[in-house]
């Protein structure tokens, strides 16, 4: 656990690094953010439940986004926001990518 955003949230180390500022995954946002050791605490083995968070890749979206087509992107696409895909590739090494039609009518 590390503290973000002024509170212990759910985290996994992205790295050993010895200038005491490890980058650390926050699994419930997605977010990876330097945090100082002193705020990095073990994870209670009593609170232990699935990640629900994943990274995934969006398929057919432009390679560069105007900013007002980014604003909607995030909008649609905000923490806690249920979205519906409609089709959801394997890649290698468990990764994955997604296809979601309605976006392109959004970003069109």
């Known amino acids: ?3 973000y955003m002024g509170k212990l949230c759910r985290g996994v180390s992205m790295e050993l690094v010895g ?3 490890p980058s650390i995954l926050f699994l419930d946002y997605g977010n990876i953010v330097k945090i100082h ?3 990095i ?3 209670p ?3 232990t439940y699935p990640v629900l968070t994943t990274e995934y890749v969006l398929m ?3 390679e560069e986004l105007t900013d007002a087509q ?6 649609q696409l905000e923490v806690g926001a249920i979205v519906t895909v409609d089709e959801i590739v394997e890649n290698e090494e ?4 997604l296809r979601i039609e309605r976006l392109q009518k959004l970003l069109s």
Do not use: I
Not at 70 to 75: D, I, N, Q, S, V
Not at 94 to 97: D, R, V
């Open 45 to 47: 083995g009593q609170l």
């Open 94 to 97: 468990n990764n994955y990518s």
């Open 41 to 43: 605490r073990g994870y």
């Open 19 to 21: 200038d005491g500022y």
């Open 70 to 75: 980014a604003k909607r992107l995030e909008k």
């Open 60 to 62: 057919d979206l432009p």
């Open 37 to 39: 050791v002193t705020d």
């Open 1 to 3: 656990m590390a503290k």
